[in-house]
């Protein structure tokens, strides 16, 4: 992300303001997801899965926050179920995005005690 920690603004896709560089990296990543999820859930082997993980780790787990709110504002529903899973990562937005992630993703972060890395802005 090249230290593009800059706040920037997404209404159409994520509530408050998220990290520049993260953002762009997630919207870059959501631009090869969406389309692909989109016709594997109308196909017939797509139509029986009922569980989406996204995960990631360190850099990827600033990413992978924001990819899972983008898919479970997309494709959670009754019948299927978007979670996230994110390790050793820091808060990717401000307060407006981190309560509307809580109240939207299930989602767990797992952090290890002595990392300083999940304690930074």
């Known amino acids: 992300a090249d230290i593009d920690f800059q706040p920037v603004s997404n209404p159409d896709i994520f509530p408050g303001k998220t990290h520049r560089g993260f953002t762009r990296m997630a919207l870059g990543a959501l631009q090869h997801v969406e389309p692909f999820l989109d016709r594997y859930f109308k196909s017939a082997d797509g139509v029986s899965v009922k569980r989406v993980v996204v995960t990631g780790h360190s850099l990827g787990s600033y990413v992978s926050r924001l990819v ?5 504002q997309l494709y959670s529903s009754k019948q299927r179920q978007v979670f ?31 990392d300083f890395v999940p304690a930074l802005p």
């Open 68 to 72: 899972a709110y983008r898919l479970t």
């Open 84 to 114: 996230g899973v994110h390790t050793a990562g820091a808060r990717v937005g401000d307060l407006e995005f981190q309560d509307a992630y809580a109240k939207t993703v299930q989602g767990r972060g797992l952090e290890f005690e002595l």
